[in-house]
């Protein structure tokens, strides 16, 4: 089974990287740019069953990938 892993900041936290190259992009010109968003992104294989790797991959994501105090994630199953 093939699962993704999609991570974001939070709506009101500061995405640092996002905001680096928004400030860079006006430095060399592009003033049109209203907000840049960045994600992590994530893609598992698994041996397991749709219900047990779904449930696997939240906890590693929960553990491991993200912190919640400021971002969110969303799981996605790649398989269908």
């Known amino acids: 089974m093939k699962v993704k892993?999609?991570?974001r900041y939070l709506p009101n936290v500061e995405?640092?990287?996002a905001?680096?190259?928004k400030r860079n992009l006006e430095l060399i010109g592009y003033e049109g740019i209203k907000?840049?968003?960045s994600y992590k992104i994530y893609e598992f294989e698994t041996s397991l069953?749709?219900?047990d790797s779904i449930k696997e991959i939240r906890e590693i994501t929960e553990k491991?990938?993200?912190n919640p105090v400021i971002?969110?994630?969303k799981i996605?199953?790649?398989s269908e």
């Open 5 to 7: 892993v999609q991570i």
């Open 15 to 17: 995405d640092p990287e």
């Open 19 to 21: 905001l680096s190259i």
């Open 35 to 37: 907000n840049i968003y």
């Open 49 to 51: 069953d749709r219900e």
């Open 64 to 66: 491991l990938l993200t």
């Open 71 to 73: 971002q969110e994630y």
């Open 76 to 78: 996605e199953d790649l």
